[in-house]
């Protein structure tokens, strides 16, 4: 087998792991969260996504359907949607400005704190796990890896756009 046919079949293997071990990090960060809030009910239908427009909020003031749609790369009718089963859910609250009763931002409730607190943690361990493993590497090394993952990255974009 030539290196190229190895290098993508080893990259299958890595796309195909990280699959399996991303579903398995979803069903133990919800576990965790319904586990750290057992009298709330609408934690057992939470989507990753949900999550993460969760943690947008929880990170910055005065967010509404278009900043968040627009720093986490879905459209602002998905965000609508997501935003409107999460207010359901008790884990975001809607508000305006009083000079701008137009414009409607978002800020999550006590419970959306605590949901977007668990998340983060799990993240952070994530960071931390990744960093402590890339330690083991030069910083030519890194820049190379660096600039793989943004190549190949923009290749996998090409391969769903183009016919």
Same mark, same amino acid.
């Given at each position: 087998m030539d290196q190229k046919t190895k290098i993508w079949n080893q990259w299958l293997t890595l796309l195909h792991?990280?699959?399996?071990?991303?579903? #398995? @990090?979803?069903?133990?960060?919800?576990?965790k969260i319904r586990s750290s809030i057992p009298d709330?009910? $609408?934690?057992?239908?939470?989507?990753?996504?949900?999550? +993460?427009?969760i943690s947008e909020i929880g990170s910055n003031a005065r967010v509404n359907v278009t900043t968040i749609a627009q720093k986490i790369?879905?459209?602002?009718?998905?965000?609508?949607k997501i935003?409107?089963?999460?207010l359901k859910k008790g884990l975001l609250e #809607?508000?305006?400005?009083?000079d701008n009763q137009k414009e409607v931002f978002f800020r999550l409730? !006590?419970?959306?704190?605590?949901?977007?607190?668990? $998340?983060?943690?799990? +993240?952070?361990?994530?960071?931390?796990?990744?960093? #402590?493993?890339?330690? @083991?590497?030069?910083k030519e090394e890194l820049a190379f890896v660096s600039r793989f993952i943004g190549?190949?990255?923009?290749?996998?974009? !090409?391969n769903w756009t183009e016919d």
């Amino acid at each position: 087998m030539d290196q190229k046919t190895k290098i993508w079949n080893q990259w299958l293997t890595l796309l195909h792991k990280q699959e399996d071990r991303s579903k #398995r @990090r979803e069903s133990l960060l919800l576990a965790k969260i319904r586990s750290s809030i057992p009298d709330y009910q $609408h934690l057992d239908s939470l989507s990753i996504t949900e999550l +993460h427009v969760i943690s947008e909020i929880g990170s910055n003031a005065r967010v509404n359907v278009t900043t968040i749609a627009q720093k986490i790369g879905v459209t602002k009718s998905a965000i609508s949607k997501i935003t409107v089963k999460l207010l359901k859910k008790g884990l975001l609250e #809607r508000y305006q400005l009083e000079d701008n009763q137009k414009e409607v931002f978002f800020r999550l409730t !006590k419970v959306g704190e605590l949901v977007n607190s668990i $998340h983060d943690s799990f +993240h952070a361990k994530l960071e931390n796990d990744m960093i #402590r493993f890339l330690d @083991r590497y030069s910083k030519e090394e890194l820049a190379f890896v660096s600039r793989f993952i943004g190549e190949a990255t923009e290749q996998l974009q !090409k391969n769903w756009t183009e016919d």
